[in-house]
């Protein structure tokens, strides 16, 4: 690449997934999640359900994805206000600095391109 080029991304190809808590396809791979014990791509709707599931929520709480592979079971004082809220428990779903092959393939790419780039 010369300098100066307009600088893209080289495309990824992904293996297809399939998600094995709704056997449905993933089709945005960049969204998903990783199952815990297996460390499969899942949808990210389908690990929010699940941990919604697994959580016993009071009629005023809510999961919510924080970051960092974990989801917040959130409360809101006045439901009308979304930005005031507080975090009651932390549900850590994906290990910090896990690593998965599948999205290893996702940062490479952008790694490379960085690299690319200088
Ligand atoms: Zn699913």
Same mark, same amino acid.
């Not at 999961?63 to 959130?74: C, E, P």
């Given at each position: 690449?010369?300098?100066?080029?307009?600088?893209?991304?080289?495309?990824v190809t992904f293996?297809?997934?399939?998600?094995?808590?709704?056997?449905?396809?993933?089709?945005?791979?960049?969204?998903?999640?990783?199952?815990r014990q297996?460390?499969?791509?899942? @949808? $990210? !709707?389908?690990?929010? +359900?699940?941990?919604?599931?697994?959580? &016993?929520?009071?009629?005023d709480e809510?999961?919510?994805?924080i970051?960092?592979?974990?989801?917040?079971?959130?409360?809101?004082?006045?439901?009308?206000?979304?930005?005031?809220f507080?975090?009651?428990?932390i549900?850590?779903?994906?290990e910090?600095?896990? @690593? $998965? !092959?599948w999205r290893q +393939?996702?940062?490479?790419?952008?790694? &490379?391109?960085?690299?690319?780039?200088?």
């Amino acid at each position: 690449m010369k300098k100066g080029d307009n600088f893209k991304f080289k495309p990824v190809t992904f293996d297809s997934a399939t998600c094995p808590y709704c056997n449905n396809p993933i089709n945005d791979i960049t969204y998903a999640l990783s199952d815990r014990q297996t460390g499969a791509p899942v @949808h $990210f !709707d389908c690990a929010l +359900k699940k941990v919604g599931e697994s959580e &016993n929520l009071a009629s005023d709480e809510k999961i919510t994805y924080i970051g960092q592979g974990r989801f917040g079971v959130v409360h809101y004082p006045d439901p009308r206000n979304v930005k005031q809220f507080e975090i009651r428990r932390i549900i850590e779903w994906e290990e910090r600095d896990s @690593h $998965f !092959d599948w999205r290893q +393939k996702i940062t490479d790419t952008f790694d &490379n391109a960085q690299k690319s780039r200088d």
